[in-house]
């Protein structure tokens, strides 16, 4: 199994960019998906997730508004759009799956349940800076 992330890089605050993460060797169309962040001596923080089947989805409070997650199930890919990019959403992001069962995403409470987690991607940098 593996997830591929995609489309970091250095950008201008205001600016926007959208990350991919392609899956192989699991159909994320039986999982639930979503992103972290993390910076440095920083805990991995969850920015939004997406449950199978059409069901919640949810954004942290500093990006709700700005960011839009979304899945193509054909590509067996998901995406994150992210808009008016601020200096504090410098992290190196993630993307995630976890099985449907996990109870990650059921409530917004759970975004930040790293530990429910089955498979991460690698990781892919986003610096915002002027």
């Known amino acids: 199994v593996q997830l591929q992330a995609s489309g970091g890089g250095l950008v201008q605050p205001g600016s926007s960019l959208k990350l991919s993460c392609a899956a192989s060797g699991v159909t994320l169309e039986n999982y639930i998906v979503g992103w972290f962040r993390q910076v440095p001596g920083k805990e991995r923080e969850g920015v939004s997730c997406s449950e199978n089947g059409g069901g919640n989805i949810y954004y942290a409070d500093s990006v709700r508004g700005r960011f839009t997650i979304s899945r193509d199930y054909a590509k067996n890919t998901i995406y994150l759009q992210m808009a008016n990019l601020k200096p504090e959403d410098t992290a190196v992001y993630y993307c995630?799956?976890?099985?449907?069962?996990?109870?990650?995403?059921?409530?917004?409470?759970?975004?930040?349940?790293?530990?429910?987690?089955?498979?991460w991607g690698a990781g892919t940098q986003v610096t915002v800076s002027s």
């Open positions: 995630a799956a976890a099985d449907h069962r996990s109870g990650w995403c059921r409530h917004r409470r759970t975004l930040k349940a790293y530990q429910a987690i089955d498979y």
